[in-house]
């Protein structure tokens, strides 16, 4: 089969700085070079296309139609090279795993781990990024993820990891403050609540058989982490869960307000594709993650 004429990165590096700019003389001082040199790159991908990119009216240049959705795949595939190369370059000849996480899960459980994991598999670099909902691994560069909600994700394979326990908790200073001692004393307190959980603080007053008047009140914040950093700004009480908390208990950073949880019948699940699923990478990491959750 014949290739079809591919323009080079050059010329798409010339048009795209042309387009983005209106503007050739500016293009050239961008990419170092001569304002002939980014008009001759144009021309030629115009002629190779045999379509007109830019209209030249009054000694100005505008983006034709045709150009400005050109414009628009040719910096998508610039990004794309881009981020590739630069993985290429970062990784070596590493194996890859692109690993997306919930982001609460990825700070406070999953990084401080993950010096272990990559002294144990050093051909092994992880790349982390935060997703909170389900995608599709289709679409998305990602080998694996850690999802949090029910065990369910279209086209791959679910590893339940743990359970969620959501505790209350408060700084020393809060608890002491406002004599928080039984469940029915944070009837009195500032409830810190989460946009995504709004009836939480209702479930657990619920599971403690307490009638408050104050479950859906106080302040509301998009993440965990936000809620943990006012908790330990003294703006009240919150409900989070056990494992993002349990070092700052441990380290006497905040308290827990009560020895009832909050059990939840959502949990983490560790999530992959059928056909990444005996990746080396992929089931390395699936092992070890395991093994971190039991121990």
């Known amino acids: 089969m014949k290739r079809a004429r591919l323009p ?11 387009a983005r700019h209106l503007n050739f003389r500016r293009a050239a001082d961008e990419l170092h070079l001569t304002q002939g040199a980014v008009s001759q790159q144009v021309r030629q991908l115009e002629e190779n296309l045999g379509v007109a990119l830019f209209a030249r009216v009054r000694q100005r240049v505008l983006l034709t139609g045709p150009g400005a959705r050109y414009l628009e795949e040719v910096r998508r595939i610039l990004k794309d090279l881009g981020e590739v190369t630069n ?16 982001p609460t899960f990825a700070v406070k459980w999953l990084i401080p781990r993950l010096p272990t994991f990559l002294a144990m598999h050093p051909e092994v670099n992880v790349n982390l990024v935060s997703r909170s909902a389900p995608f599709d691994f289709a679409k998305e ?40 001692r039984t469940p029915a004393d944070l009837g009195r307190a500032t409830l810190l609540q989460q946009f995504t959980r709004p009836s939480a603080w209702q479930d657990w007053f619920r599971h403690v058989e307490v009638e408050p008047p104050n479950a859906f ?75 971190a959750v039991a121990s």
């Not at 010329?11 to 700085?17: I, K, M, P, R």
């Not at 993985?87 to 919930?102: C, F, H, P, R, Y």
């Not at 999802?147 to 700084?171: F, K, Q």
């Not at 330990?232 to 056990?242: E, K, S, T, V």
């Open 8 to 18: 080079s990165i050059t010329a798409l590096t010339a048009f795209e700085s042309a």
């Open 87 to 102: 993985q290429a370059m970062a990784t070596g000849d590493k194996e890859i795993l692109n690993l997306a996480s919930v």
């Open 141 to 180: 560069p990602f080998d694996a993820a850690i999802h949090y909600g029910e065990p369910a994700w279209p086209g791959a394979v679910a590893t339940p990891l743990m359970d969620e326990d959501m505790i209350p908790v408060s700084s020393r200073t809060y608890r002491q403050a406002l004599k928080l």
């Open 217 to 291: 009140r106080g302040p509301r914040f998009d993440s965990f982490n936000m809620i943990l950093e006012a908790v330990l700004a003294d703006m009240g009480a919150a409900l989070l869960p056990r494992f993002l908390v349990a070092s700052d208990i441990a380290q006497g950073r905040i308290v827990q307000l009560s020895r009832f949880g909050l059990p939840s019948s959502r949990g983490y699940h560790f999530v992959c594709p059928e056909a990444r699923r005996d990746a080396p990478a992929v089931a390395a990491f699936r092992e070890w993650l395991l093994a």
